[in-house]
T-cell receptor, first 115, second 112 residues
């Protein structure tokens, strides 16, 4: 499978616990994006990386959230001290290069449920 | 702040009908517009991308148009099939990072 992959696909956790999600982009895609989608809404931008550099973060990304892409390949998104409001689908996308016209390819998402 | 609106929110049509989904955006300074399909509980599948300099793109039974100056796009689906049932999302790309701003989607049901 050469598409964007995300793990785990589902995560159930108790409030206050930390969780970490992983995204593996399409090989050689140097831009990687994280989005969050709640029920009945469109995805909302969280952050993006150009290679290993995190270039932009949304106001939605509170200080409990941290994202990394240490070697410019896979990325992780960690949420500390989870809250019920963090329950959502977390989507990852990648593009081939920095050209503004490139299609973003999305992974299947990680569905987080915080009890 | 860019806002993207999709009308209608839901649509039910009989198989074989041609249909149009609408998308509007408030800030015309976009790089491109993408239409996506999302099946329940799944990720997004890209359908069409229209660059800001283009007027339309076609793929099979799908045709998307873009009127950047008026902030509108339409997705035309010809000869709809039950397999087309899904939520259709439009998103505009802006800013140096090409981040996407999405609408809330149109939930389409094509009935036999």
């Amino acid at each position: 499978d050469t598409g964007v992959s995300q793990n785990p696909r589902h995560k159930i956790t108790k409030r206050g616990q930390n969780v970490t999600f992983r995204c593996d982009p399409i090989s050689e895609h140097n831009r990687l994006y994280w989005y969050r989608q709640t029920l009945g809404q469109g995805p909302e931008f969280l952050t993006y990386f150009q290679n290993e550099a995190q270039l932009e973060k949304s106001r939605l990304l509170s200080d409990r959230f941290s994202a990394e892409r240490p070697k410019g390949s896979f990325s992780t998104l960690e949420i500390q001290r989870t809250e019920q409001g963090d329950s959502a689908m977390y989507l990852c996308a990648s593009t081939a290069n920095s050209a503004s016209t490139d299609t973003q390819y999305f992974g299947p998402g990680t569905r987080l449920t915080v009890l | 702040k860019q806002e993207v609106t999709q009308i209608p929110a839901a649509l039910s049509v009989p198989e074989g009908e041609n249909l149009v989904l609408n998308c509007s955006f408030t800030d015309s300074a976009i790089y491109n517009l993408q239409w996506f399909r999302q099946d329940p509980g799944k990720g997004l599948t890209s359908l069409l991308l229209i660059q800001s300099s283009q007027r339309e793109q076609t793929s099979g039974r799908l045709n998307a148009s873009l009127d950047k100056s008026s902030g509108r796009s339409t997705l035309y689906i010809a000869a709809s099939q039950p397999g087309d049932s899904a939520t259709y999302l439009c998103a505009v790309s802006e800013g140096g990072g090409n981040k996407l701003t999405f609408g809330t989607g149109t939930q389409l049901k094509v009935e036999l």
